[in-house]
């Protein structure tokens, strides 16, 4: 009996124990779901900042392909070929045959640009006939498609002018330096320091007024162009043609436009009929 007393009074006390934990444990209980919630919402609030992040980080990677590709679609592409060009300032002048030393040969001693001073041909020539306007000259004829050159293909590179031989004499240095180039364009050499295998020269050696009573006026003007495959030249082109003027040098002021715009087209003809018969290509 005693043990069944023990066994009931064992059962009541856990019964009581029950009953008396129980409400305790209940109110625990009641508590814990509040701690699961702000658990579960701090969770939830991690995971939404993190794919806002991760929309923000693509977003952010789709701008920068997109400000990326539109710079390489921007970008200059690099063309595999050279085309090196010199224009020239060796102006020269011939009077019915003799050498005029750019003296006064028909040209203005009033025009309105040089009040006071006489003009020479030279002088007339490096106005009108610049080393800018040659260049703006053949730019205007497609200069490369007459030498059977691609613009998608050819990087022009202008040098300094070639200059006016009677410079050559007050100046050893230049004299040199033009003296090593002139034997480097007869060894078949470049005569820049371009290394790029796919490579072409232009060289304008002269311009040249020359006028005789028997054949009128007429503008000359020479170049030498040559095209290389590595080291190899292939194409050796050279020789002056000329082409007639009637107005230059003007007379008077009011020719003055007319004159400088007959001289441009002089020089662009002479390109062209050069490049047909004389380029080599």
């Not at 779901?33 to 939830?44: I, K």
Request: glycine share 6%; proline share 5%.
């Amino acid at each position: 009996m005693k043990t069944r007393t023990y066994t009931a009074h064992a059962a009541l006390a856990v019964c009581l124990a029950a009953a008396t934990v129980t409400p305790a444990m209940a109110q625990d209980a009641s508590a814990e779901p509040s701690a699961a919630e702000d658990v579960a919402g701090a969770m939830a609030a991690d995971a939404a900042a993190t794919e806002a992040n991760t929309k923000t980080t693509a977003a952010e990677a789709v701008i920068a392909e997109a400000v990326i590709a539109d710079a390489a679609s921007t970008a200059p592409v690099a063309k595999p070929c050279e085309l090196h060009v010199w224009p020239t300032e060796n102006y020269l002048g011939i009077k019915m045959g003799l050498l005029s030393g750019f003296g006064i040969v028909g040209a203005l001693a009033d025009q309105s640009a040089n009040k006071g001073k006489v003009t020479t041909i030279k002088d007339l020539m490096r106005e009108y006939l610049g080393p800018d306007v040659q260049l703006q000259e053949l730019e205007k004829i497609n200069y490369l498609d007459h030498l059977g050159l691609s613009a998608d293909e050819y990087e022009v590179i202008v040098h300094e002018p070639t200059p006016w031989n009677e410079d050559l004499k007050d100046n050893p240095e230049l004299k040199a330096a033009t003296k090593a180039t002139n034997k480097k364009i007869k060894r078949g050499e470049r005569i820049s320091d371009s290394t790029n295998p796919c490579y072409s020269e232009l060289i304008t050696t002269h311009i040249f007024y020359h006028k005789a009573m028997m054949y009128g006026s007429n503008l000359f003007t020479g170049w030498v162009y040559n095209k290389y495959d590595g080291d190899t030249r292939v194409i050796n082109g050279k020789g002056q043609v000329k082409n007639p003027l009637e107005e230059f040098p003007p007379k008077e002021e009011a020719m003055v436009e007319t004159a400088k715009a007959e001289l441009r087209n002089a020089y662009s003809l002479d390109f062209v009929e050069w490049a047909e018969k004389k380029s080599g290509t």
